[in-house]
């Protein structure tokens, strides 16, 4: 089937004063409807960049887009800012790791679901209450029809966060971009947001990209996952490819505190010693090659004078210059020295 969501080769570039950021080089992925990806790096590694030109909502003035990013066929590189409004909201949707920065402290929650329905629907304001009402039952909000006339600041942190997601899809979207939607949130509410996402996708079949520094949060809700370097992608495969055997230096690191490779996966991030890459002047050939343990072991100086390609079959695959027998060896003594 063709993939709902499908991005070539997408270069993000600011220009700034000190010059040109590329906060993204060269990302490809597709997404299927009813299916997560999973996307995951630290913080500056490009995974938001990515998805807010995806959404259209990067700064045109001094952002550059190249490549191709299609959505249910549709071009939106080249598309206009009227026609993204149209798609956003109903065939495309966002959530965030803040409500409260999402939503206006001067309208009631259910003005603003119904806002974002009746903007795409034509609904009566009474139909997009009841619409509303429906919606907040749906996302387990209590007394859906009194809250619904409630001001954000009435609601509790995973309220708001479960009123955003169910804003998100008042209009079913197909797909769903949830860019850390549960970091603020304490253990156990954040648990419940993530069983809400995956009950929704069950009875809504949406699409969703699921931006993240948790690996947690992927082995919970991915079915595939890429991994983003320097506004590249090192790494990608299904969600027990990458986790349980990884393919590169980086998501070894960063599966770091793993006991082993089949090991369970419910590990916190494990700090790699430096820090990530400037995307003002990035390190020549492999951009984790400032921080890669094993750098050393590529004859010729190779991770630092050339990029390595991101070889790809059936959509899994990575890039880096060590070959597969110089891996299995090295990431097997690494991880018996952990
Ligand atoms: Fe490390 Fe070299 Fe592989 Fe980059 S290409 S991840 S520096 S071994
Ligand atoms: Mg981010």
Known sequence: STPFLSVRDLKVHFSTEDGVVKAVDGLSFDVEKGQTLGIVGESGSGKSVTNMAVLGLHDPRNTRLD????????????????????????????????????????????????????????????????RSIEML???????PDMRVDDYPHQFSGGMRQRAMIAMALVCDPELLIADEPTTALDVTVQAQIMDLLKDLQQEFGTAIIFITHDLGVIADIADDVLVMYGGRCVE???????????????TLGLLGSMPSLTGPVDVPLSPIPGSPPSLLNPPSGCRFHPRCAFAEKVAGGLCSSERPGLKVLDGRGSACHLTADQKHELFTEHVAAR
């Open 67 to 130: 490549g191709e990013i299609l959505l249910d066929g549709k071009e939106l590189i080249t598309a206009s800012e009227r026609e993204l409004e149209k798609l956003r909201g109903n065939k495309m949707s966002m959530i965030f790791q803040d409500a409260l920065a999402s939503l206006s402290p001067y309208h009631t929650i259910g003005a603003q679901i119904g806002e974002t329905y009746r903007k795409h629907t034509g609904a009566s304001r009474k139909e997009a209450r009841a």
């Open 137 to 143: 039952r749906r996302v387990g909000i209590p007394q």
């Open 236 to 250: 990608r495969g299904t969600k027990e490819e990458v986790l349980r055997t990884p393919d590169h230096p980086y």
